[in-house]
């Protein structure tokens, strides 16, 4: 019963297509998972361009897609899913921020005149949509075979997170959220209680937070400080700064490792196995 992960998007606030984001990734958030036979997507930012090529190669029919928020970087890169044109393909699109808004409607506007200049009625698979409230616990996949805890993150605008179970795993994706000094958020912590991994906001670092509060995101110490207090068994630092490129990316990871041992920094085309 096959329980894995890949991340095809890793940065957060805008996708890198530079030369020196090339070691880690310029792609905005997006991880593929797969319960068995069933696919849950997290985020649609400009990582989904390049999974949907590989569905189509795989021939997948179906996904779940799960969002943490709509922000820009979480989203655009949605209007390139290429298997969403396919007739024979169905998605549904869950999203549990919105506070009684409409997820469809946001897709809907995101590829409206004047931003786009292709509807999302050009997009032909089924889509189904459906809002919840973070917080919420909810079964996917054949069989309800996939639990999904879920909880609010301190993030503008709202946001989501999320804890799949399956098969005696568990992963944590807690993306995007900020912290309060020496106040660790009650609501993460019982959520990564004991997971075997968890996805990480940590687009800053703690010298770099104090001019950065109130943008919504964490540091990758804070993230080692929540899955330490949580027993949880392994960090997957995510969502880089733009600005954090491929050589501070490459000592940031020498001191996160260093620092806890079940830290690593997340790269675009990582795969993980938690089988």
């Not at 970087?73 to 393909?89: K, L």
């Not at 804070?222 to 949880?232: F, H, I, K, Y």
Request: glycine residues 10%; proline residues 5%; contains cysteine.
């Amino acid at each position: 019963m096959t329980f894995k992960l890949k991340f095809w998007g890793v940065r957060g606030s805008i996708a890198c297509p530079s030369p020196n984001h090339i070691a880690f990734g310029g792609n905005t958030s997006c991880i593929e998972v797969a319960c068995g036979g069933d696919r849950i997507i997290l985020d649609a930012g400009t990582g989904i361009r390049n999974l949907g090529h590989w569905l189509l190669r795989k021939n997948v029919m179906h996904a779940t897609i799960l969002l943490s928020h709509t922000h820009w970087d979480h989203i655009n890169g949605f209007p390139f899913f290429s298997p969403a044109f396919r007739p024979e393909r169905s998605f549904h699109l869950m999203a549990g921020h919105l506070k009684g808004g409409q997820i469809k409607d946001v897709f809907a506007g995101q590829m409206n005149n004047p931003y786009f200049p292709v509807p999302l009625d050009a997009m032909k698979a089924k889509m189904t949509y459906a809002d919840f409230d973070a917080g919420d616990t909810f079964h996917l996949g054949e069989g309800d075979a996939v639990k999904v805890r879920t909880c609010p993150l301190n993030h503008p605008d709202n946001a989501t997170g999320y804890r799949i179970e399956y098969n005696g795993k568990s992963m944590c994706y807690i993306t995007d959220t900020e912290h309060e000094v020496g106040r660790p958020n009650q609501h993460i912590l019982a959520l990564i209680e004991g997971a075997d991994l968890v996805i990480y906001d940590s687009t800053y670092t703690d010298r770099e937070f104090p001019m950065k509060i109130g943008w919504g995101h964490s540091t990758w110490e804070e993230g080692v400080r929540l899955c330490q207090a949580a027993n949880a068994k392994s960090l997957a630092i995510f969502h880089h700064d733009p600005d954090h490129e491929d050589m501070f990316m490459e000592g940031l990871e020498s001191r996160a490792r260093a620092h806890w041992i079940g830290a690593f920094v997340a790269r675009e085309h990582m795969r993980v196995n938690l089988s």
